[in-house]
């Protein structure tokens, strides 16, 4: 099987551009969850998609926003792009709900804001 | 608030000496448990997991772990390192108080000495 896909892997953005960065699951798999990873603040979770709903979100402004498709893919924007946003994203899926089962996760997408 | 701690930001160990990372967390019940490691570039992957029954888990690498209720911990062995085995490693909880978002711990960051 084909793990977690992620594209693209790296992006050079300007502050206050948009992002859309996006996420493949292993086939089957219908929950998709996106974690920002920075040096300071270590793994922070974004939020989670269960079949095209969102399950859990984390404490992020509402810059930040996701959305899951029928096919499980899964879509992370960030508008209104600041510096602070720079980071590795990550995206895992699950058979079941995160936190609860086994998380997989990509290669993770590293952003570069200047 | 419930929390993840990893109390050990860097490690060193030599080359074939044994290991043990600590992971504590804060909450009442028994959490699912997860250790994942992260190599320089790389996502993350599953070492290891604890959801019930034998409390000592086996893991992948020669890796294992102990929950200990008592104690709130579950840390991290490994009998003897190889060199392969520097990266980060993350503890991880998900329980019913998060609806199952992961909570993670800060990390530990491993490093071998020749």
């Known amino acids: 099987k084909a793990g977690v896909t992620q594209t693209p892997r790296y992006l050079i953005k300007t502050r206050g551009q948009q992002v859309t960065l996006s996420c493949s699951p292993i086939s089957g798999h219908r929950s998709v969850s996106w974690y920002q990873q920075t040096p300071g603040q270590g793994l922070q979770f974004l939020f989670e998609?269960?079949?095209?709903?969102?399950?859990n979100k984390g404490n992020f402004p509402g810059r930040f926003s996701g959305r899951q498709f029928s096919n499980s893919r899964s879509e992370m924007n960030v508008s209104t792009l600041e510096l602070g946003d720079s980071a590795l994203y990550l995206c895992?899926?699950?058979?079941?709900?995160?936190?609860?089962?086994?998380?997989?996760f990509g290669p993770g997408t590293r952003l570069t804001v200047l | 608030a419930q929390s993840v701690t990893q109390p050990d930001i860097h490690i060193t160990v030599s080359e074939g000496a044994s290991l043990e990372l600590r992971c504590n967390y804060s909450y009442g019940a028994t959490p699912y448990l997860f250790w994942y490691v992260q190599s320089p570039g790389q996502g993350l992957q599953l070492l290891l997991k604890y959801f019930s029954g034998d409390t000592l888990v086996q893991g992948i690498k020669g890796f294992e772990a102990e929950f200990k209720r008592s104690q709130s911990s579950f840390n991290l062995r490994k009998p003897s390192v190889h060199w392969s085995d520097a990266a980060e490693y993350f503890c991880?909880?998900?329980?019913?108080?998060?609806?199952?978002?992961?909570?993670w711990g800060a990390g530990t960051k491993l490093i071998i000495k020749p």
């Open positions: 998609y269960f079949s095209e709903t969102q399950r």
């Open positions: 895992a899926s699950s058979l079941g709900q995160g936190g609860a089962d086994t998380q997989y």
């Open positions: 991880a909880v998900g329980a019913l108080f998060s609806n199952y978002q992961l909570i």
